[in-house]
């Protein structure tokens, strides 16, 4: 399994009246958390797309339990449990940078597609990458 941890603070911006995060902010959370993921292995998006390759998202679930507030430091907990054949799927988790305490969960799962959108498998590349990573 690869794991990867994302902290931040959450901003006004960020914030519904009540001063709780939107909900669909935590995507973008999930998004900003899992670039950082792949870039920190050397898998940058845009070195993926320079390549000929792409990973659009299929699917998006996030279970609510309580909302994260204005101000509050966040840890995103993302991770790929197994190595990609045609899709790839990222595991979230978002807790209080000073607890274990689960605030959102949820994944999103990708395709790898061509420039074309074409379903595609996935890269050796990629794959050869994640294997150092992934048992």
Avoid: C, W
Avoid at 48 to 60: C, D, F, N, Q, W
């Amino acid at each position: 399994m690869l794991e990867f941890q994302y902290q931040m603070k959450v901003f006004y911006k960020d914030v519904d009246q009540m001063g709780i995060v939107y909900y669909s902010r935590y995507l973008e959370y999930f998004e900003a958390a899992r670039t950082e993921m792949l870039s920190s292995i050397g898998l940058d998006y845009d070195k993926v797309e320079e390549k000929g390759a792409m990973l659009p998202v299929i699917e998006a679930h996030v279970e609510y339990k309580k909302g994260a507030v204005f101000g509050q430091n966040i840890t995103i907990h993302t991770s790929i449990i197994s190595r990609p054949k045609v899709r790839m799927k990222f595991n979230y988790k978002i807790t209080p940078t000073d607890s274990d305490d689960v605030l959102v969960s949820g994944y999103t799962t990708h395709a790898f597609t061509n420039v074309d959108g074409k379903p595609i498998k996935a890269p050796l590349y990629i794959r050869n990458l994640l294997k150092n990573h992934i048992d």
